[in-house]
C-alpha cells in the first residue's frame, strides 16, 4: 500500500505532500479561491503526473531500443469541462520534443506504447472520460 502524507503548511489552502522516501509537493488553490498561489493547483498535478509517467516510459523504450536522447521536452495542455462539479479533463493533448540521433519511428511508437498501453495516469484520465491525443517532434 502506497501512502502520502498531507499537512496544511500555508495559509488556508496550501498543503504540503510527502511520500514515503520523503519527497515533497506543495498544493494549493488560486487567489481567487481564497489561496495563496503557493504551491500546484491539484488538477494541474494530474498533468504534470502524466507527463512524469509517460517520460519515464518513453525513455526506457528507447533506451533498450539504443536510441541517444540529447534532450526530451513534453508540452502538455488540457481542458476541463466548462460549468460542472467536479470539473475533470475532457481533452488533454501532449507534444513530446525528443532531441538526438534518434530514429523518428521508433519515437513515434514509443511514445504511442506509452500513451496508449504503458502509462497508468493516461488511462486513468482516459477511464475518467478524457480524450488524450499526441504528437512527436524528432530534431537532431
Aim: charged share 25%; proline share 4%.
Amino acid at each position: 500500500m502506497i501512502r502520502i502524507e498531507m499537512n496544511r503548511v500555508g495559509g488556508d489552502y496550501g498543503f504540503e505532500a510527502r511520500d514515503a522516501n520523503g519527497h515533497v509537493i506543495t498544493t494549493d488553490t488560486s487567489p481567487e479561491s481564497g489561496g495563496m498561489n503557493f504551491g500546484v493547483r491539484p488538477m494541474q498535478m494530474l498533468l504534470m503526473a502524466l507527463g512524469g509517467c509517460s517520460g519515464i516510459d518513453v525513455v526506457m523504450i528507447l533506451k533498450k531500443q539504443r536510441q541517444e536522447i540529447t534532450g526530451f521536452k513534453m508540452d502538455i495542455s488540457g481542458e476541463r469541462e466548462a460549468g460542472k462539479e467536479p470539473s475533470l479533463w475532457k481533452q488533454v493533448h501532449v507534444i513530446f520534443e525528443l532531441q538526438g540521433p534518434i530514429d523518428p519511428a521508433k519515437a513515434e511508437r514509443a511514445c504511442q506504447l506509452s500513451m496508449e498501453k504503458y502509462c497508468s495516469v493516461a488511462e486513468t484520465l482516459r477511464r475518467a472520460g478524457a480524450e488524450i491525443t499526441w504528437e512527436v517532434r524528432v530534431t537532431a
